[in-house]
């Protein structure tokens, strides 16, 4: 039986190295899956920064989408030998980016989701970060979130003024997710050395940020250059509709407690809890107002007061459950 049957693998997909006389600088591997209304704007928003394609292998990992002919798109781009590969089923979104890695022939990997995009002049910033700092395992930007239309929302208070090694940074990645998928470039040998994506389907990046963060040094950019969607058909939202992303930041909050030094475990995870329960309780008002189920919300909000007790999630249960209130009594 093939590995890809289990399509949520319990421990890191090992990585194989690559033996490969002349190597691009960067493997841009664009994960798809039913996302064709934004594949191409992604697929525009790398090769417009592309000067020289010898430094670049370009690839989409189309996970047996069915919204739409993915290979239409790249033919479109077949000049610039834009690379196609589709799975033979739908594996699932861990195993898509395993593939991207293990199809990935670049020196560093950037896994670039079908649905996100980047600014002009990230990766001539990328560049720049991975010709000062050689020796890290991974580099990013800071990032901005939009929606469908492409409108930039909001961006969170830079990390640092200014470039460069980000210091005392696994301590701070461990407390709660400061990375998106689009803003990071991961040296291949750091997958080679620690393995792929494993466990959960929401908060698989940050525990993946974290783990990295245990070996590798992180260089990085206050420049936004980076874009991540925020959209009601992707993982990230169907995970808030159904309450796994609690679950999933639960589990994954007991797997990095193992990258923790013992006397350090205890304050980290409440620090995670707190922060995520924060997060989440937040997002409970979004459930109710934007996706219109305030079963759900309730539900959300609950949850976030049970992974943490604080002034926020208590704030947001009970205005959740003042709202259900009188929706029913109504």
């Known amino acids: 039986m093939s590995l890809y049957n289990v399509r949520t693998p319990d421990s890191p997909p090992k990585i194989e190295a690559i033996s490969i006389d002349k190597r691009p600088l960067i493997s841009v591997m664009i994960p798809a899956y039913n996302c064709y209304a934004y594949v191409e704007q992604t697929l525009k928003s790398v090769i417009h920064q592309v000067q020289d394609f010898s430094d670049f292998q370009i690839e989409i990992i189309d996970d047996h989408s069915t919204d739409g002919d993915l290979g239409a798109i790249v033919e479109k781009y077949s000049h610039l030998n834009i690379g196609y590969f589709r799975q033979e089923k739908n594996v699932g979104?861990?195993?898509?980016?395993?593939?991207?890695?293990?199809?990935?022939?670049?020196?560093?990997?950037?896994?670039?989701?079908?649905?996100?995009?980047?600014k002009e002049g990230f990766y001539q910033e990328i560049f720049e970060l991975?010709?000062?700092?050689?020796?890290?395992?991974?580099?990013?930007?800071?990032?901005?979130?939009?929606?469908?239309?492409?409108?930039?929302?909001?961006?969170?208070?830079?990390l640092h003024h200014e470039s460069g090694i980000l210091h005392n940074w696994f301590e701070r990645i461990s407390k709660g997710q400061r990375v998106q998928?689009?803003?990071i470039v991961v040296k291949r040998s750091v997958y080679e050395d620690?393995?792929?994506?494993?466990?959960v389907h929401y908060g698989?990046?940050?525990?993946?940020?974290?783990?990295?963060?245990?070996?590798?040094?992180?260089?990085y950019t206050p420049k936004y250059l980076a874009l991540y969607r925020l959209h009601q058909n992707n993982i990230t939202s169907r995970s808030f509709l159904s309450n796994d992303d609690i679950k999933s930041i639960l589990k994954v909050i007991d797997i990095i407690q193992h990258y923790w030094p013992t006397d350090k475990r205890k304050e980290l995870k409440q620090e995670?809890?707190?922060?995520?329960?924060?997060y989440f309780a937040k997002i409970s008002d979004k459930i109710y107002h934007d996706y219109r189920s305030p079963q759900a919300a309730h539900k959300h909000a609950w949850q976030s007061f049970l992974m943490h007790q604080n002034q926020i999630t208590l704030k947001y249960f009970v205005k959740n459950t003042i709202k259900r209130i009188i929706r029913y009594r109504i």
């Open 181 to 183: 998928p689009p803003a």
């Open 93 to 118: 979104s861990l195993r898509n980016f395993e593939t991207c890695i293990n199809r990935a022939k670049g020196h560093w990997i950037h896994i670039l989701h079908g649905d996100d995009m980047v």
């Open 130 to 158: 991975i010709r000062s700092y050689p020796k890290v395992g991974a580099v990013f930007t800071d990032y901005i979130y939009m929606n469908e239309k492409n409108e930039e929302l909001y961006a969170l208070p830079p």
């Open 272 to 278: 995670a809890l707190k922060n995520f329960s924060q």
């Open 194 to 199: 620690l393995g792929s994506f494993f466990a």
């Open 204 to 219: 698989e990046d940050w525990e993946m940020w974290v783990r990295i963060a245990s070996k590798y040094d992180f260089a």
